[in-house]
């Protein structure tokens, strides 16, 4: 499997395990962002550090870890209630991704996860919801 495809399916899989939240509407990854269906989920793939991995006796695989960010989009007005509204959505999302650490063996492991509420930024317009952090350990041979 060629780089493109290894980066690739791990975040295919995060879009998967994302798809089960029942409260996301909309997961959008891999296309133009548009109007979205709230609460929706944006996935962002992020930092790709491989490193030589000296413990194979071949020294062909490398090891290292994949950064991502999730954008929960939740509400287009300031919600009457932080916690019900946004960070209980947020914690789903995060429920997701450490329900199978492994992300449907796409990788080792999931080494850090972390969210902040808060406003959201985007093409001009102004959303409540949060941010969700991740990174995850991987072996890779080209």
Same mark, same amino acid.
């Given at each position: ?22 409260a996301i509407a909309q997961v ?12 929706? &989920?944006?996935i962002n793939p992020g930092k790709?550090? %491989? =490193?030589?991995? *000296? ?5 062909? +695989? ?10 929960v989009l939740v509400l287009d ?21 450490? &329900? ?7 990788? %080792? =492991?999931?080494? *850090? ?5 808060? +406003? ?23």
């Amino acid at each position: 499997m060629g780089h493109y495809a290894f980066y690739k399916a791990i975040f295919d899989a995060v879009a998967a395990a994302l798809g089960g939240v029942g409260a996301i509407a909309q997961v959008i990854y891999n296309e133009r962002f548009q109007e979205p269906t709230l609460p929706c &989920a944006v996935i962002n793939p992020g930092k790709n550090r %491989l =490193d030589l991995d *000296s413990t194979t006796a071949s020294f062909d +695989e490398y090891g290292g870890t994949i950064q991502g960010n999730i954008t929960v989009l939740v509400l287009d007005e300031e919600p009457a209630d932080w916690f019900a509204d946004v960070i209980a959505i947020l914690s789903d999302v995060v429920d997701a991704l450490l &329900a199978d650490r492994s992300i449907g063996g796409t990788v %080792l =492991d999931i080494l *850090s996860i972390d969210f902040t509420p808060g +406003e959201v930024h985007i093409i001009n317009r102004v959303y409540y919801g949060g941010t969700v952090d991740f990174a995850v350990l991987v072996e890779y041979k080209p």
